[in-house]
């Protein structure tokens, strides 16, 4: 192809942008791997930090925040996808009701994720976990639910990636073809089989996409937990919903800023960034997996 | 079946207007008129396939063995089972051709896997698909011809057990050879089964069917035996359609 000068231009200007990014997240990536690959190791990956955090493992990290992902998944995914076959295969398309679901799917997915801690924090713990509380066991005791925890974080964690599975398994039911639920429907399946039988197997693919691509937002996410339920140090594993817990990102902030000797604590620093990239890395590269797979047996 | 001032409209416009149709068991009735006449609307208001589209309504009396489907508590499922129906493109599952076939009588809660397998045999063999495909069974039903995916739709909905199968244009995107062998299809079809189909084609109208109607801008001109209508036809429209002055 020939290019006038223009062309030049614009290839040259776009090429560019494009170098900058790619060079960005080089130098990002390889000074995480350079500075984070040495401290690496089954006892960091498998043992507990030590005190003043400097040294020692991130398992309880990393299990806290593995642990977090599965709840949250369990609480927000279900509820996503349900809200999506609703707007899209019951509800009318004149409906009130869908329309402001619509509105406010919209509006959650631009709330910084600060607030839905904050939000956290005024529901969850205090008003479900007090009213729990005061239910339970009588004004005035020492609070059992209404405290920061791992279930509340990950409920948390859950509105906030509602959302994104909402939107994108709309989408996908929404390109499953017309006239598969009219073949289902003409012979004789109810709206019930047709959406169980036709809709979703045809839309699984794009469905598993956007939900694996909400875990892996929300698997990343610190802001929101801060304040529901992340532990700055904690040696032990959470073996109740109503414990604290650890997170590899919110680690990252502690040893970050809230270490005694932030110099010392640089290597595990690296290392702890370097084992969380590595998770929602995974987690993306899963879902690009089944995405392509899924086009491939579709034409 | 039998339709008794059937109105059907989309939003505020009316698409059809008022059409009194008998249709006889065991022959083949072909609708022809020029597009958007509303030919393939009142064939989908048949089996209430107009029932998913949210602006439609359908007023009048729509009567299969006397009984109202759009009475009072009829179940626009239990209607579909009853009159099938052929789309336009081929819609195959995108599954195994045996399930394809087989999807309907799953759905209506057949278990015993003998029986599936026989039901899917005798339907296949009944749309003329056994001899070819009977060692691809397991097979994508993607992978088959254009012509081979809409016998498929067929033999998915003789499945089922209708007592009769609309067809809206089921040829349209097939090449002569695929149009010739699903015409000769309905021949034999007819033997056990009432069957409409929509047409764009005054041709195949003739070589198909017994009894021709002819809708223009949602009315029904006139209804009778094929060959009557195409060679003697008592409406002026009728005869400057068929000898394609316009349309």
């Given amino acids: 192809m020939n290019y006038t000068r223009k062309d030049w231009l614009l290839a040259g200007l776009s090429g560019t942008a494009l170098l900058i990014i790619l060079a960005l997240l080089a130098v990002l990536l390889g000074q995480i791997v350079m500075h984070g690959a040495p401290t690496i190791s089954g006892e960091f990956l498998s043992g507990s930090p030590t005190a003043d955090m400097t040294g020692g493992g991130i398992w309880p990290a990393i299990y806290g925040t593995v642990f977090m992902t599965l709840l949250m998944t369990l609480a927000g995914v279900p509820v996503g996808i349900a809200t999506a076959v609703y707007l899209t295969e019951y509800a009318s398309s004149r409906s009130r009701m869908a329309q402001l679901v619509r509105v406010a799917v919209n509006n959650l997915a631009g709330v910084p994720s600060i607030v839905f801690g904050l939000f956290g924090l005024g529901f969850f713990v205090l008003f479900v976990g007090g009213t729990l509380d005061t239910m339970v066991y009588g004004e005035g005791t020492a609070p059992v639910w209404g405290k920061p925890s791992i279930l509340w974080a990950s409920l948390t964690l859950a509105v906030l990636t509602l959302p994104v599975v909402i939107v994108t398994t709309e989408e996908a039911l929404r390109q499953v073809p017309k006239e598969l639920r009219e073949a289902s429907l003409a012979l004789g399946a109810t709206r019930f089989q047709t959406v169980y039988k036709v809709v979703l197997p045809n839309a699984v693919g794009g469905i598993l996409t956007g939900v694996i691509l909400a875990v892996s937002r929300g698997a990343g996410e610190v802001a929101p937990i801060i304040f529901v339920g992340a532990a700055n140090f904690l040696p032990y594993l959470p073996t109740d919903l109503r414990d604290m817990f650890m997170h590899l990102g919110y680690h990252v902030y502690a040893l970050a800023t809230q270490s005694p000797n932030v110099d010392a604590a640089r290597p595990t620093l690296f290392g702890t960034v370097l084992v969380l990239l590595t998770l929602t890395f995974s987690l993306n590269f899963l879902a690009i997996i089944i995405r392509s797979r899924t086009r491939a047996t579709r034409t | ?247």
């Fill in chain 2, 1 to 247: 079946m039998q339709t008794r001032g059937v109105d059907v409209f989309y939003g505020d416009a009316q698409a059809i207007k008022a059409v009194d149709l008998d249709i006889y068991a065991r022959t083949v009735t072909a609708f022809i008129g020029p597009s958007g006449c509303g030919k393939s609307t009142f064939l989908r208001a048949l089996n209430r396939m107009n029932d998913t589209i949210e602006i439609c309504r359908v007023k009048g009396e729509i009567l299969l063995d006397g009984y109202n489907v759009y009475g009072k508590g009829v179940d626009p499922v239990e209607v579909r089972r009853r009159v099938g129906m052929v789309f336009q493109k081929s819609n195959p599952f995108p599954k195994s051709i045996f399930e394809n076939v087989a999807f309907g009588l799953r759905i209506a809660g057949m278990k015993d896997k003998n029986e599936v397998a026989q039901r899917v045999e005798e339907s296949l063999k009944g749309a003329a698909l056994w001899d070819e495909l009977k060692d691809r069974l397991e097979e994508s039903a993607l992978g088959l011809s254009g012509g081979q995916q809409q016998r498929l739709c067929i033999a998915r909905t003789l499945a089922v057990r209708p007592d009769v199968i609309l067809m809206d244009e089921p040829t349209s995107a097939l090449d002569p050879i695929a149009t010739a062998r699903i015409e000769e299809l309905l021949r034999e079809l007819k033997q056990e089964y009432t069957i409409v189909i929509v047409t764009h084609s005054m041709q195949q109208a003739a070589r198909v069917s017994d009894y021709t109607a002819f809708f223009y801008m949602g009315e029904l001109i006139e209804y009778g035996d094929t060959e009557t209508l195409f060679t003697r036809p008592s409406q002026k429209k009728t005869e400057e359609y068929i000898t394609g002055r316009f349309g």
